[in-house]
Nanobody, 124 residues
């Protein structure tokens, strides 16, 4: 059974940091690009960042560039999203997703598997 399980969300003050994790199982993790998406209430799902299956290239949305860093540890089947200088606009449910590609962008339709998400709330 394919599973993507996010963790690390919570409540943080503006300017603070959080580190999200996405633990994968049930598929060959090394063959998949991983992306992070977020959805705020009343808004469409938005691509935040993606990383290639070989961890040699990352892509970031303009809204998070310079503040978020995406990495992966293929030996642990886990991806990490380090979020710094958080703003109230970053408040959303964050989900990770897997695409059976070396590289994937920030479009929802590129991805095959999805996690349930973790809530991030940034207070101003």
């Amino acid at each position: 059974e394919v599973q993507l399980v996010e963790s690390g969300g919570g409540l943080v003050q503006a300017g603070g940091s959080l580190r999200l994790s996405c633990a994968a199982s049930g598929f060959t993790f090394d063959d998949y690009a991983i992306g992070w998406f977020r959805q705020a209430p009343g808004k469409e799902r938005e691509g935040v960042a993606s990383i290639t299956s070989t961890a040699d290239r990352t892509t970031y949305a303009d809204s998070v560039k310079g503040r978020f860093t995406l990495s992966r540890d293929n030996s642990k089947n886990t991806v990490y999203l380090q979020m710094n200088s958080l703003k109230s606009d970053d408040t959303a449910v964050y989900s990770c997703a897997a695409a059976r590609l070396w590289v994937a962008g920030l479009r929802v339709e590129e991805y095959d598997y999805w996690g349930q998400g973790t809530q991030v709330t940034v207070s101003s």
